[in-house]
């Protein structure tokens, strides 16, 4: 299973055999949210998070459907069922402030997903220094957030990054929000999956990141990560042994293909558009999340982006 | 072999069987051109252009390697050589001037390779009238440029309005540059394709478009196209060929994956980066083509991106 | 006057002695058109086109304010405003189609409100001959769309382009978008100039170039162009007329700053966000002109960009 | 003095009266660099930080002309010259790291200097846990960088994330890179200025936000400035000085103008490509200073952007 590159906890589940799941406490199930579908797993002992080499807590992938080509009406509808979904499982986070990081590299289309739903939100933590009249009048939560970059690009593990700043800050709620890798097309940048795990930045694609974890920051984490890319080889196995009587695995092709110096992850072609559309429509989630009785209008207005 | 989404001649000739090749007017040949390997189809008669599904004609692949990963000494041997593959291949030019049109949706990145081609030109053309003496001086050759956009965001045929603005400008020879699907990711943004046939914008990708031949306007014809984007479902069909016994075509996958909603052209995930280079590298060897004299430093200066 | 830079016939107003208004066949009036301030001045006789340096016709300044800071019901109201006003100075189009033209160079942000413009029009032309049903459904007007780029960066004179692509395309109407240059701050992006009298790229900041009249394409054209920027010399010899005694020409202080290598047209800081809330005014505009039934969500709905 | 707009201590220097220099321990001088001009002002005592409204320490401002319009030979020779300069005002920074970061909006063209030189950077600091090996075999000093952003956008004043990050760092020096207001257009686009006083961000432009200082970090601050805008009234003010006999100072004049809405800060209509380069030109400058060995097509072939 270490060579299917996957962040989604429900991708995982598809290839354990079905007996293993009332054993190990991995329990799945599948829910509609208003107009959203949503796919629930939750791992509730350390034989299943060792089974799916993945933390304990709860793994919620919703499935958005293509939201770039629909009409505004009906991306509205999306929002706010999407907004009440994240209420409903936000840690109460009523008092103080709270910390949103967009993760990824900005300048790759397919890894911005973080920076771009990061200036789509609301900020408002310094008014209450600044204009604290103005910031009572608007009645909206105190909300920071930052975007740290990428270690190539700063020398700073991200997660450093966020944990200097939480300090800082103290803010009761920490919202991270990144880019994933799915293992089929059928969930590529139409779902988003929301986990109380914390994050191991770039864990889908076989890197090894200092993680964060609600442990080691002392507060609760909410990680909102959407698949923007898949891996080629995973996707080719899929095929073969969906198309096909023979079976290969991923890591086979993958060094096949490796040998030849050929290693992609693939992302649609229209991925500017589907990250804009994608970018805004967290962002604008998060903001209808912490600020329940704005409406839709007054919300796009104060919004950035 | 209609269902194989490919705009390479090269890969359109893997699927013929052998023995058709001499019998039908289809040669090809692997040559090295400097540090560029080049892989030739001609189809020298119609009963091969039928075979192949294209035109009569001369179709050029050169592997450039993955030049947004290579230092800058040697991206210059290969635009050096890739501006002497070029005049190899130019028909006469030497009176009038070059109009080189950038094909393709400059908002979405893996269509965008001929307007960022575009951008780094030597465009001279208004200097003739503006600054005949800077013109002289120069000594460069009469180029001129357009980006004519895509047909969803302009209502007009990019072919059309080349054939408009060719018509006034009356140049010696069009250069188009475009992005291309290709088969296999071996050649994905790592080759060239270079033909004297004209182009059928979108062709590759199952369009229909009104096509830009050399008998239509009445000058030679140099496309110079990219493949930048692989359809996902031929992907997985030729990993079902390559990694397992069984046999399954690229139109009864799209077909399954169609009914699911799934219809994906994949892309690397560092495209923008790598168009960015690869968009230079074309600009560049134009220029060096067309203007034999120039030094490589005073190329970059004055080309524009 | 020549010393005075602007592209605004209302400011060239305003350097002419009272009494040669009626003598000459220059009408100024000033009205309100719903929530939009409008100056119009008519030039009637060539010797009032003699007089402002400016061709015989309609020249209209609308005020928006500063609509990159409004909220979104108040900007809904201006665009409503602003595309009655258009229709109500539309020439009879409803045979044929419209071609729009979104003149500057994109990658200077000052000069790009042309193809910011551009990017949110309902462009529908390649659908009546595509998907005909599509298009009588939609019961949307032929509109089509094109951006000729900049000389320097083409060659070609955006005019020429321009004239070869309507030769073409045969529209019953030409609209051009650009970017202007006003002479004081207070009309600084936030006025729009409409006229009738066809388009000289560049006039405002000294440049000579083919232009773009009615007489010459044979179809009524409307130009719509935004002040994006101020010329400093300018600029600094209003301040000088009006803070002080004194009294310097624009002129002189050009000179006397041009001796130093100064030469600089300037644009407010936040030009950015401003050329893309602006760009969208103005597409959303035309698009609401001449669609008149459109709602405005269907409208943004549809609308790129 | 309050109410001119400038942050080069060299510009608020024209202010004081002649005599006022060798009483208050403020000392001027020219000097060549190379191919760069330099003006150095030394604030010697607190009096003379009094006076100018600046602290203690040494502002050195360099002339480096319109670096966007020269030759890459001209550039290369400037980039070496800039950092020599840098290197001999740099403290002894020869152990630990050193801390880059580029403040101001991103997406204001006008205030994105300091992003875009940081991404010019050569980023070294996480090769050395990571690739050991490789660090040791490039020689290059260790480095690292981030991109704070603006109060507006994160809700975090950039000077406490900063510090945040320092903290868990521990650089050896800070280097600071921010976007400056200039009071004349002589040196807006084409000076650097370079100081070791630490920094007030936003402080030329009225704003009053936590500064950045030596003995609140407990390192040495370098900061290297860039004046992108020129505020309005300050122009103007200046222009009726020079120009006409009168005199106004800017305060009234942007009271006046206030009045009706108008508060300008200007910049070049061309701001995109000059800070492109100036970013380019930074970066590459702080790479060369702290890599001394470095030739200067590795230092591009290393170097982001």
Redesign the interface.
């Known amino acids: 299973m270490n060579n299917i590159y996957t962040d989604l906890a429900v991708e995982l589940c598809k290839n354990l055999p079905e007996n293993d799941f009332s054993a190990s406490g991995i329990e799945c199930k599948n829910e509609f949210f208003g107009s959203l579908k949503t796919e629930t797993v939750s791992i509730t002992s350390p034989n299943g998070a060792k089974l799916l080499g993945k933390p304990m807590g709860t793994y919620i992938t919703v499935s958005c459907g ?1 939201i770039w080509l629909e ?3 009906k991306i509205k509808e999306k929002v706010f069922d999407f907004a009440r979904l994240l209420r409903s499982v936000l840690p109460p986070f009523q008092k103080g402030s709270i910390l949103v990081a967009g993760l990824g590299n900005e ?5 911005a997903i973080g920076p771009v739903a ?2 789509n939100l609301i ?5 209450r220094n600044e204009k604290p009249q103005i910031f009572e009048e608007l009645g909206l939560f ?8 990428v ?7 991200s997660a ?2 966020i ?3 939480a ?3 103290k803010p009761s709620l920490l919202i991270v929000i990144d880019a994933l890798a799915s293992r089929s ?2 969930r ?1 940048v139409n779902t988003v999956q929301i986990s109380d795990c914390g994050i191991s930045p770039g864990s889908g694609i076989g890197n090894n990141r200092p993680s964060l974890s609600p442990e080691k920051l002392g507060i609760p984490i909410l990680s909102i990560g959407v698949p923007t ?2 891996d ?1 080889a995973t ?3 899929d ?2 042994s969906e ?6 695995d991923g890591e ?2 993958r060094e ?2 490796s040998k ?3 290693n ?10 589907v990250i804009r559309v994608l970018g805004a429509f967290i962002g604008h989630g998060i903001n209808l999340a912490v600020n329940e009785d704005l409406s839709y ?1 007054d919300m ?2 104060l919004a ?1 982006g």
Chains 1, 2, 3, 4 share one sequence.
């Open positions: 293509k009409h505004r009406e300048s790759i289309t397919a890894d990061v200036k900020v408002t933590r310094h008014l105190e909300l920071c957030a930052m975007t740290p970059g270690l190539g690009q700063t020398g700073i593990e450093d990054m944990c200097s700043v300090e800082r800050v097309l059928s590529l890319v898949v080629a996707l080719a196995a095929a073969i198309f096909s009587d023979g079976e290969t086979a092709i096949e293909w030849n110096g050929l992609f992850f693939v992302t649609p072609k229209e991925t500017d558009q209008e796009l207005s950035g």
